[in-house]
């Protein structure tokens, strides 16, 4: 699963990255963007790309309440066309989420540590997302997402079994093309090339949904926690 990333690249660098022009507020850099939490996304509107502020964790447009959201944060890439939560999104309402890293937990005897994984060049990417348009009690439209899941690399595999669906350039405009089959939008969920990627433990702090600071993302110098993550 994904349950923590981070976007700490220049707001401009990732408007000329996605071809996309900023929002009035910017893009706040997040170095632990946590679910609940309104996070940029790009979505096409009018044949343009355009970038907003969803709540990760997607809510059905049929859900009761939006504390489902909580337990909505991914969507696995092997049933997302055809889990009833999904499918609408899967076919009508895809998305990319902006990213530089994202993080994943090992359990040591120091406890649960984490691990930061980015691009060996670590430029922002984008991964592969479904949203949604969910009216409250109150009348009140909440647009959610939620990000796709597959099976981990080489890279990702000695923490967790599972990762993001990172897409490269050249296959976001396929994802966010509503005219895109099926067969086509499965081809691209799969895991991203070991070769172009790299990870370093950081931070337990990280732990903490509350803390959001640029010592996160520095990478942790200790050779016993070294030790604990790569041997």
């Known amino acids: 699963m994904c349950g923590r990333f981070s976007i700490a690249s220049h707001p401009e660098k990732v408007a000329q990255r996605f071809e996309v022009e900023l929002p009035p507020q910017g893009i706040p850099v997040r170095y632990n963007a946590a679910p609940s939490q309104r996070l940029p996304v790009i979505y096409p509107e009018h044949s ?87 009216l409250s009690p109150e009348k009140e439209n909440i647009y959610s997402f939620a990000i796709i899941t597959t099976d981990a690399n080489s890279v990702v595999s000695p923490v967790h079994h599972r990762m993001p669906v990172i897409l490269k350039p050249n296959e976001e405009k396929t994802w966010l093309n509503l005219d895109s089959s099926e067969e086509t939008l499965q081809s691209l969920i799969r895991p991203y090339p070991s070769e172009k990627m790299t990870s370093y433990p950081v931070s337990p702090r990280l732990n903490s949904g509350r803390i959001d600071d640029p010592s996160l993302i520095e990478k942790i110098l200790s050779p016993e926690l070294q030790d604990d993550f790569f041997n």
């Open 48 to 134: 343009r790309r355009k970038l907003d502020f969803f709540h990760w964790g997607l809510i059905p447009s049929w859900a009761k309440s939006s504390q489902v959201g909580y337990k909505m944060i991914n969507a696995r890439g092997e049933t997302v066309a055809s889990k009833p939560s999904f499918r609408r999104p899967f076919q009508n309402r895809r998305c990319l989420v902006i990213a530089d890293s994202f993080y994943e937990w090992k359990k040591t005897p120091q406890g649960k540590l984490p691990t930061r994984f980015l691009l060996q060049n670590e430029e922002p990417f984008a991964f592969a997302g479904i949203w949604e348009k969910w």
